[in-house]
């Protein structure tokens, strides 16, 4: 096994006892690191020099990264970077730089210092603004590594009601974040919605607002040409079929998986958040 390989699938460091475990040889860690493959950032931590901040911070407080912070390792969507490091310390010792989680309740991979998924998805509906905490949730249960079910069992009790709260915004399906979050604002906001509903003649639109009101989320290929022409010919289906087709292509302003976006009070976006950027009208 290839003690570099093994690093990068591991966030790029590694405690010395688990590397001995997985079969290398102290002379050979040590080789690594005069050759300067390999350094310790603390004792008996062998890294990377390109090793991951959050694992590094992770070892350091000798805890296990949670929350938003372990997001990236679960392929979670996240809508905003960490300004802190979330952690599962255990010993209720405050760290500068640190939010410091329940301790961990669920199994979690040896060794690397990431709370297993459960724990993580818990510790996010705790922790986060309802969007964020919603995002990575439905990320998590729209794959099918976790049940809904299972975390509500985990939520019980009054302090909990908000948590259990962002779990009934979860839906069946969703291809997108940004699907997640128009689908919540389009309900809050009194709207009965349909998400990825078949439309004769028209095929699958990503959502259908009051029955009467298709509504596209935005991708980039729906500025392409060939897309404004396939919209048209949709809108025009649309609109024999007895459908109000007047397609408002949706964007969030600076949405990214790991980028910023304006924030308004707990978290949600800003107003100015969202923008119509084009209408497809009948021709």
């Known amino acids: 096994?290839?003690?570099?390989?093994?690093?990068?699938?591991?966030?790029?460091?590694?405690?010395?006892?688990?590397?001995?475990?997985?079969?290398?040889?102290?002379?050979?860690?040590?080789?690594?690191?005069?050759?300067?493959?390999?350094?310790?950032?603390?004792?008996?931590v062998y890294a990377l020099h390109?090793?991951?901040?959050?694992?590094?911070?992770?070892?350091r407080a000798n805890g296990r990264l949670t929350c938003v912070s372990a997001a990236r390792f679960y392929s979670l969507?996240?809508?905003?970077?960490?300004?802190?490091?979330?952690?599962?310390?255990?010993?209720?010792v405050p760290k500068v730089g640190v939010i410091d989680h329940a301790p961990c309740m669920h199994a979690s991979e040896p060794g690397h210092p990431v709370a297993g998924l459960a724990d993580v998805l818990l510790h996010a509906l705790k922790c986060l603004p309802e969007l964020e905490a919603l995002a990575l949730v439905q990320s998590a249960t729209g794959r099918g590594q976790i049940s809904a079910d299972f975390l509500r069992e985990k939520l019980i009790g009054n302090r909990n009601g908000r948590a259990r709260a962002v779990l009934g915004l979860l839906i069946p399906r969703a291809d997108s974040v940004l699907e997640v979050l128009a689908h919540t604002h389009f309900v809050r906001a009194g709207l009965t919605v349909r998400m990825h509903v078949p439309l004769?003649?028209?095929?699958?639109?990503?959502?259908?607002?009051?029955?009467?009101?298709?509504?596209?989320?935005?991708?980039?290929?729906?500025?392409?040409?060939?897309?404004?022409?396939?919209?048209?010919r949709r809108n025009n289906?649309?609109?024999?079929?007895?459908?109000?087709?007047?397609?408002?292509?949706?964007?969030?302003?600076?949405?990214?998986?790991?980028?910023?976006?304006?924030?308004?009070?707990?978290?949600?976006?800003?107003?100015?958040?969202?923008?119509?950027?084009?209408?497809?009208?009948?021709?």
């Open 50 to 59: 390109a090793a991951d901040d959050g694992v590094l911070a992770a070892f």
């Open 1 to 44: 096994m290839d003690l570099e390989k093994y690093l990068v699938r591991r966030g790029g460091a590694a405690k010395r006892g688990d590397l001995l475990r997985a079969g290398f040889r102290r002379p050979a860690l040590e080789a690594a690191v005069d050759s300067g493959r390999l350094y310790r950032p603390l004792r008996g």
């Open 77 to 92: 969507w996240a809508l905003h970077p960490p300004l802190e490091v979330h952690l599962s310390c255990g010993n209720g």
């Open 237 to 283: 289906a649309g609109m024999r079929g007895g459908v109000s087709y007047a397609a408002l292509l949706l964007r969030r302003r600076g949405l990214s998986l790991r980028g910023h976006g304006g924030r308004g009070p707990g978290g949600a976006p800003s107003a100015d958040t969202w923008q119509v950027c084009s209408r497809v009208t009948p021709s």
């Open 200 to 232: 004769p003649g028209v095929g699958e639109v990503d959502c259908l607002v009051e029955e009467c009101l298709v509504v596209e989320l935005d991708g980039s290929t729906h500025f392409e040409p060939r897309q404004v022409k396939k919209d048209q």
